[in-house]
């Protein structure tokens, strides 16, 4: 056993969730590795403080329920959201976790679940000719199989069938199957982007909700989450390799295989994808993808069942909620901004807590960041820790301070949002938190592509420019070694 596959393992541990066998595969790792006793040790005093009576967090039953769930939650998102960039990890805590879906669902929206990011490619007059066809096409609809293997949570399969168009939005009709107890959930979920708002429905729940998103939001999903001719155009310049000749699902087809890193934004460890073309029509027949998402977890998906230039109705875009469905607590919730503005934000809350910004934008970094800043809430003693701890008493009932601690720390999901969006546009993005403090005023934090010759930069004190090629190369070179 490695440090990695221990500290997925830590918190069933303490919790005594683990089998004998895999219970003694951690404890002889923690009895030969300082880092992960270390880490044990630092999870062991986050669960006291949750449970006990101390002064960060026990002054009353109603902060101790609070700061539990809103932790438990944001663990559960932040690690979705990573996921979802990776387009298969969010459907899987989508379907594991009851409370989470709706919430859950809005980031598989913006953040490309089902399949249009499956599409990779270079300048080719083969990738052309089918951007070209699809540029033609005002609705059309697919399905999708993705698998997820993950040794804490067991493996589960999720099912959707996905229709969109260009008049009236996006539906998706999934059903899962919980990895634990068998459960089957279904789940249909509407992006209606002229009202800015995701509705999702939980059938087997008989519970709804609406998601408001803002238009950075709103317009990066549309660039980057299933218009094909979007992703056919920003996913253009990635290295591909040509498969030639095959049939595949009955079709000639010619195929197209990648490993760019690029296609991803840097988020998941490795990643192949492979992309198969009708060669009579030029349009998709299948995508298959296998993903690492991090160490242990492992992701494969496949699109298939294409069908293009279907007939839609606006009818079909319409929630019909039944009379005896009741609100989620994420009824009315408004999703982060996957914007400049909403990145920032994310920093300035990791730094009002750990007094730093992550060392990058992977979801190990993100994973640390969350488990530091919620020590931090729990035990710490910082001005910020304090009025957090004060709003939540103040906040009028449980479900108040469970929204109000939700919505803000859903706001670390722009940092791995947000790159991935500009990756996905082909603006380069590149981090330098490793090196960058909130005092180093005149060096880049974060910067990426405006046009031709010209970055945008947000410094080390969060202040943002646009600056030249020619400065930027100065501002770099300045960066500590």
Same mark, same amino acid.
């Not at 932790?71 to 959201?81: D, G, M, N």
């Given at each position: ?5 221990c500290?997925e393992q830590?918190?069933p541990y303490?919790?005594?969730l683990l089998d004998?066998?895999? #219970?003694e595969?951690?404890?002889?790792? /923690?009895?030969?590795?300082p880092s992960?006793?270390?880490?044990l040790?630092?999870?062991q005093?986050?669960?006291a ?6 002064k960060?967090?026990?002054?009353s039953?109603?902060? %101790?329920?609070v700061?539990?769930?809103?932790i438990r939650?944001?663990s559960v ?6 996921q979802a960039s990776a387009?298969?990890r ?5 379907m594991?976790n009851?409370?989470?879906r709706?919430a ?7 953040a490309?679940?089902a399949g249009?990011m499956?599409?990779q ?5 083969a ?5 070209a066809?699809v540029?033609?096409?005002?609705a059309?609809?697919f399905?999708s ?7 804490t949570?067991?493996?589960?399969t999720?099912?959707?069938?996905v229709?969109?168009?260009n008049?009236?939005g996006m539906?998706?009709?999934?059903s899962?199957?919980d ?14 982007p002229?009202e800015k708002?995701i509705v999702m ?14 238009? #950075?939001?709103?317009?990066n ?9 979007a992703?056919?155009?920003h996913?253009?310049a990635? %290295?591909?390799?040509?498969? !030639? ?6 079709y000639?087809?010619q195929?197209f295989?990648t490993t760019?890193p690029k296609?991803? !934004?840097g988020i998941?460890r490795?990643h192949r994808?492979t992309?198969?073309?009708d060669v009579d029509?030029?349009l998709?027949?299948?995508s298959?993808? %296998?993903? %690492? ?6 992701a494969?998906? &496949? ?11 606006a009818s079909q ?6 009379d005896d469905?009741t609100?989620h607590?994420?009824n009315?919730?408004r ?6 503005q909403g ?9 009002e807590?750990?007094g ?5 934008l992977s979801?190990?970094? /993100?994973?640390?960041l969350?488990m530091e800043i919620?020590?931090?809430i729990t035990?710490?003693?910082s001005?910020a &820790?304090q009025?957090w ?5 103040a &906040?009028g009932s449980?479900?108040?301070a469970?929204?109000?601690?939700q919505?803000?720390m ?9 790159n991935l969006?500009?990756?996905g ?9 490793d090196?960058?403090?909130? #005092?180093d005023?005149?060096?880049p934090?974060?910067?990426w592509k405006?046009?031709d010759?010209?970055y945008?930069?947000?410094?080390g004190?969060?202040?943002a420019?646009?600056v030249s ?6 501002l ?5 070694q």
């Amino acid at each position: 056993m490695n440090c990695a596959e221990c500290q997925e393992q830590l918190v069933p541990y303490i919790e005594q969730l683990l089998d004998e066998a895999q #219970a003694e595969q951690v404890a002889r790792h /923690l009895q030969e590795c300082p880092s992960c006793q270390a880490e044990l040790e630092g999870l062991q005093t986050l669960q006291a403080r949750l449970v006990s009576n101390g002064k960060a967090v026990a002054q009353s039953d109603l902060e %101790e329920d609070v700061m539990n769930r809103i932790i438990r939650e944001q663990s559960v998102r932040l690690k979705s959201a990573t996921q979802a960039s990776a387009s298969l990890r969010l459907r899987r805590l989508i379907m594991n976790n009851p409370t989470t879906r709706v919430a859950a669902a809005a980031a598989v929206i913006v953040a490309c679940v089902a399949g249009m990011m499956l599409w990779q490619g270079t300048e080719s007059i083969a990738l052309a000719d089918v951007l070209a066809k699809v540029e033609q096409i005002q609705a059309y609809m697919f399905k999708s199989t993705t698998t997820m293997e993950d040794p804490t949570m067991g493996t589960s399969t999720t099912e959707s069938t996905v229709l969109l168009s260009n008049d009236y939005g996006m539906r998706v009709d999934q059903s899962s199957v919980d990895a634990e107890t068998g459960e089957e959930s279904q789940v249909e979920m509407y992006v209606l982007p002229q009202e800015k708002a995701i509705v999702m429905l939980h059938l087997s729940e008989k519970q709804y909700a609406r998601v408001t998103l803002d238009d #950075a939001t709103l317009e990066n999903s549309k660039i980057e989450n299933r218009d094909p001719r979007a992703m056919l155009k920003h996913l253009l310049a990635c %290295e591909y390799r040509d498969l !030639g000749r095959s049939v595949v699902d009955g079709y000639q087809v010619q195929g197209f295989e990648t490993t760019d890193p690029k296609f991803l !934004g840097g988020i998941a460890r490795n990643h192949r994808m492979t992309l198969w073309v009708d060669v009579d029509t030029w349009l998709p027949v299948r995508s298959e993808t %296998e993903t %690492e998402v991090s160490e242990g977890i492992r992701a494969t998906g &496949a699109e298939y069942d294409f069908q293009w230039g279907v007939a839609v109705h606006a009818s079909q875009f319409e929630p019909d909620i039944p009379d005896d469905f009741t609100p989620h607590q994420m009824n009315n919730f408004r999703q982060p901004s996957y914007s400049e503005q909403g990145f920032i934000e994310a920093l300035q809350l990791a730094v009002e807590f750990t007094g730093h910004y992550p060392d990058g934008l992977s979801h190990d970094s /993100l994973r640390s960041l969350t488990m530091e800043i919620t020590q931090a809430i729990t035990t710490g003693d910082s001005p910020a &820790a304090q009025q957090w701890r004060e709003q939540i008493k103040a &906040a009028g009932s449980k479900e108040a301070a469970i929204r109000m601690g939700q919505e803000r720390m859903m706001k670390l999901t722009s940092l791995t949002m947000f790159n991935l969006l500009l990756a996905g546009q082909q603006k380069d993005p590149v981090y330098h938190g490793d090196v960058v403090t909130p #005092a180093d005023v005149e060096l880049p934090l974060m910067r990426w592509k405006a046009a031709d010759g010209q970055y945008r930069v947000i410094f080390g004190d969060l202040h943002a420019e646009t600056v030249s090629a020619d400065l930027l190369a100065e501002l770099e070179a300045a960066l500590p070694q």
